[in-house]
């Protein structure tokens, strides 16, 4: 069995996990006899068997693998029911994408005050090239090892093949399930590529009670394990873009989430070929495993290659490498104007295409009292939201420093006049998340000056995270005319579990939002 301990020791994770391993453990892992096979449930899932033991879930439909009992002996293994529904604030355990996204920017944003260049690859009004029909083939099972073979196809390209060969089996070393992923692409073009995508149960949680992970851990090919925690605005800063540097795997490093008291998933980059970068999604926190952007040669055909081993890694060990890491070189200067929060014209939008570098903006926090007075702080773990206010006085959504109702700090709206409404967004960070029948209470200040029309309020909107879940607002307010900091609230039972914030002026006039709550009643 091709086991990790094939590499050599200057790489980090490979180290430890030898290191920290106890001979007599090891030998008796070397002889765990396996019992491996596939159980297929319907259509679209097939159950991961270990002898009686539910230890992973294939989604035909998403081309996914998740390892819901990584290390064998796991309570999870006990699972003998697909989670309904199956998606992403359901998963239990680490979760691998094995599919080719093309047309991925080179730089998922762009310096300040210049054009955003043209997509890479397929062009715009090809939507279906970017994401293929996959098609997942099951091998036979030889009782040690299952092996998966997934095919791409592009409609609209067939010049463009693809696709993705899976091998499942155990590691004594770390005493985890792994899959080997071996990724091929040929295409026509210079297409930006991601051949694979990790993510992780509870890791987009914004509820601190049951936020499982809070760091994001890579190694750089200049040796370093680098650290970012988890936050919703420094992903916008010029480091967290590097994709020549700070972002980089190296062949034969990882990337990973810790430090949950169970599992510990990572993606080990063998090798690949263009190089591997990655880039985080600014709500969910999964990483994209990506290559380097190649140069236009006029080739008929490029090639792109990964090799890759998702398994997880042990608390102890996890432990080791959170304290072995160091923090991410954000880049961030003071002395560099980020257009996004300085210019009256900007949007929350325009966050996902700039490079920031010191982006500071007002923080909402479930469960305890988001008084906005600081701005969110960039180098630390924090299980929150931005919500994105401009820094310039003339615009319509400022964040008003000379104005508050328990310090110096709100969120300002002007009103466009009779009939229109603005309304703040929560543009960085997780979505919020409900648990379905509790009792919540929402709740905040607000403050008026000639406020006509329907005037300011504070809307809470249950959207789901299921495509059936029933969907319904909430509204506290509203104020109108002139008035001095008033409180308003409302309790109600939640019945989807995810939900947008918004503060809204509807009509003419200034409002100012201030201490707002959300918490269970």
Same mark, same amino acid.
């Given at each position: 069995m091709d086991v990790i301990t094939d590499l050599t020791t200057e790489h980090q994770l490979t180290a430890l996990l030898n290191q920290m391993v106890i001979p007599e453990d090891l030998q008796v892992r070397a002889q765990r006899e396996l019992h491996l096979a596939f159980q297929e449930v319907d259509e679209r899932f097939v159950w991961i068997l270990d002898g009686d033991a539910h230890i992973g879930i294939i989604d035909r439909m998403r081309s996914t693998l998740e390892l819901i009992a990584p290390h064998p002996g796991d309570a999870a293994a006990q699972l003998s029911e697909i989670p309904k529904p199956y998606h992403t604030p359901t998963y239990i355990g680490g979760r691998i994408v094995m599919q080719w996204q093309l047309d991925t920017p080179k730089n998922g944003r762009i310096e300040p005050g210049t054009d955003r260049p043209a997509p890479?690859?397929?062009?715009?009004?090809?939507?279906?090239?970017?994401? #293929?029909?996959?098609?997942? &083939?099951?091998?036979?099972?030889?009782?040690? %090892?299952?092996?998966? =073979?997934i095919d791409h196809e592009w409609p609209d390209d067939n010049r463009i093949a693809g696709g993705h060969e899976v091998t499942i089996g155990y590691d004594p070393v770390p005493d985890s399930y792994f899959a080997d992923v071996r990724a091929y692409l040929?295409?026509?073009?210079?297409?930006?590529?991601?051949?694979?995508?990790?993510?992780?149960?509870?890791?987009?949680?914004?509820r601190p009670q049951t936020k499982r992970y809070q760091d994001t851990i890579w190694q750089n090919p200049d040796g370093r394990m680098i650290r970012w925690?988890?936050?919703?605005?420094?992903y916008m800063t010029p480091?967290?873009?590097?994709?020549?540097?700070?972002?980089?795997?190296?062949?034969?490093?990882?990337?990973?989430?810790?430090?949950?008291?169970?599992?510990?998933p990572v993606v080990m980059v063998l090798s690949s070929? #263009?190089?591997?970068?990655? &880039?985080?999604?600014?709500?969910?926190?999964? %990483?994209?495993?990506? =290559?380097?952007?190649?140069?236009?040669?006029?080739?008929?055909?490029?090639?792109?290659?990964?090799?890759?081993?998702?398994?997880?890694?042990?608390?102890?060990?996890?432990?080791?490498?959170?304290?072995?890491?160091?923090?991410?070189?954000?880049?961030?200067?003071?002395?560099?104007?980020?257009?996004?929060?300085?210019?009256?014209?900007?949007?929350?939008?325009?966050?996902?295409?700039?490079?920031?570098?010191?982006?500071?903006?007002?923080?909402?926090?479930q469960g305890r009292l988001s008084d906005f007075e600081h701005p969110i702080p960039l180098e630390k773990g924090v299980v929150g939201h931005g919500i994105w206010a401009s820094h310039n006085p003339e615009h319509e959504i400022y964040w008003d420093d000379n104005c508050g109702h328990s310090g110096n700090r709100s969120i300002r709206?002007?009103?466009?006049?009779?009939?229109?409404?603005?309304?703040?967004?929560?543009a960085t960070g997780p979505t919020i998340h409900l648990n379905p029948g509790k009792q919540y209470r929402l709740s905040g200040w607000l403050k008026c000056q000639s406020c006509d029309g329907t005037g300011a309020r504070i809307r809470l909107s249950e959207i789901g995270f299921g495509p059936t879940d029933h969907k319904q607002s909430h509204v506290i307010g509203p104020v109108t005319g002139d008035a001095d900091f008033s409180r308003v609230e409302c309790e109600f039972t939640a019945v989807s579990d995810a939900a947008w914030l918004h503060f809204e002026l509807e009509g003419g006039g200034q409002a100012w939002f201030d201490d707002v709550t959300l918490e269970e009643a």
């Open positions: 890479i690859g397929v062009l715009e009004d090809n939507p279906q090239a970017k994401r #293929p029909h996959s098609t997942i &083939v099951l091998g036979d099972t030889t009782g040690m %090892e299952l092996f998966l =073979c040929t295409a026509p073009e210079p297409y930006g590529t991601e051949y694979c995508n990790l993510y992780a149960g509870g890791l987009y949680d914004d925690p988890q936050n919703p605005v420094s480091g967290m873009n590097d994709e020549q540097g700070e972002r980089q795997v190296m062949d034969g490093g990882f990337i990973g989430y810790f430090t949950d008291t169970k599992t510990n070929k #263009p190089k591997t970068f990655c &880039v985080t999604c600014c709500n969910l926190y999964d %990483e994209k495993l990506c =290559c380097l952007p190649v140069p236009d040669t006029g080739a008929e055909f490029y090639e792109y290659r990964a090799h890759c081993r998702f398994f997880s890694v042990k608390p102890p060990v996890a432990a080791a490498i959170v304290q072995r890491s160091e923090l991410v070189h954000y880049g961030i200067d003071h002395d560099r104007t980020d257009v996004v929060f300085t210019e009256p014209d900007r949007r929350s939008i325009d966050l996902h295409v700039n490079v920031s570098y010191h982006p500071e903006m007002p923080g909402f926090y709206l002007r009103g466009r006049g009779a009939g229109q409404i603005v309304a703040t967004e929560m």
